[in-house]
């Protein structure tokens, strides 16, 4: 029996209905210990105990006030000694009340895992866990396409493409593999990004030419957004979409004006404390209802 397989039998045995969401629903975490204390990735090179905690916090009650606006938040509390929980969308996959929980890279981050287990076994989660020696990273390594049947996985310098099959068995759905080959962006979420509508957001040069081709045969050439390298590394990508809406950092270019130009309510937060570690909006945060719901509710 598969590891995965027996945490969904002990869920069933403890009855607990699976989570049901009438509303868009999301998870995030306060960043009470929020700092960079090591170099896990590009972004906390030179920015090591450089966070300004009190402007981290200003910053993340913003997008917090913001989401609320068009979602319900829930909240699971900061653990002392992981500096990078407020990074929740990291911890897990979630879709139809299954949570595909991380198998972090890097022993600093998996301090993290216990804690977000327990959360979604108590709030009714089916867990499907990653074995310790397949790297996968949750939100920040796999994406759904807004009708929430296929999933866009990458791979690079922290997850392993063998990650990716045993992912999409959670939820019986197919996987396209994505090589992502500037170090600049380690995660999928900071270079892809699907929005409502079947458009696609994306940097171009984060991908070698296979992926980029399989991108472009997927999404026809009126539903890909291609983003500046200015535009991706101020975090472009790492968006927050529910239905119409999208939730972004403050990025330089004209991403905003062409996002609003295919009918899209763009709605800009600084989380300037947060890029020191390499993370933004979409990071900040752990959708827990399905992709689906926000389409529903906001188009």
């Not at 829930?74 to 299954?98: E, N, T, Y």
């Not at 409502?196 to 539903?223: C, M, N, Q, R, T």
């Not at 957004?225 to 535009?231: D, L, N, Q």
Request: hydrophobic share 40%.
């Amino acid at each position: 029996m598969s590891s995965s397989t027996a945490t969904t039998l002990n869920h069933a045995a403890n009855l607990i209905p699976p989570p049901h969401f009438e509303t868009p629903t999301y998870l995030m975490c306060p960043p009470q210990w929020y700092d960079v204390n090591y170099v896990i990735n590009p972004w906390m090179a030179g920015n090591l105990h450089r966070p300004n905690r009190d402007l981290a916090f200003k910053q993340w009650r913003a997008l917090h006030a913001e989401l609320q606006r068009f979602a319900d938040i829930r909240l699971i509390p900061a653990v002392k000694g992981s500096p990078d929980m407020v990074f929740v969308g990291h911890a897990a996959l979630v879709q139809h009340g299954i949570a595909a929980v991380s198998s972090f890279a890097h022993p600093q981050r998996q301090i993290e895992e216990a804690p977000l287990r327990r959360w979604l076994e108590e709030n009714g989660f089916l867990l499907w866990d990653t074995p310790r020696e397949t790297a996968f990273e949750g939100e920040g390594d796999a994406i759904f396409d807004a009708d929430g049947k296929h999933l866009w996985a990458a791979h690079g310098v922290r997850t392993c493409r063998q990650s990716h099959r045993h992912i999409g068995d959670a939820w019986h759905v197919g996987v396209s593999s994505l090589h992502l080959v500037d170090p600049r962006f380690y995660h999928l979420d900071t270079c892809f990004a699907t929005l409502a509508g079947d458009f696609v957001l994306y940097f171009p040069g984060a991908f070698d030419a296979k992926s980029l081709a399989e991108i472009e045969a997927h999404y026809p050439a009126e539903k890909r957004i291609a983003v500046t390298e200015a535009e991706a590394t101020a975090f472009a990508c790492n968006v927050i979409n529910i239905g119409k809406t999208i939730l972004m950092a403050k990025v330089p270019g004209d991403i905003d004006y062409r996002l609003e130009q295919l009918g899209f309510e763009v709605v800009q937060v600084d989380v300037s404390e947060f890029l020191r570690g390499g993370g933004s909006a979409k990071s900040l945060v752990l959708r827990l209802s399905d992709t689906t719901l926000g389409a529903e509710t906001n188009s």
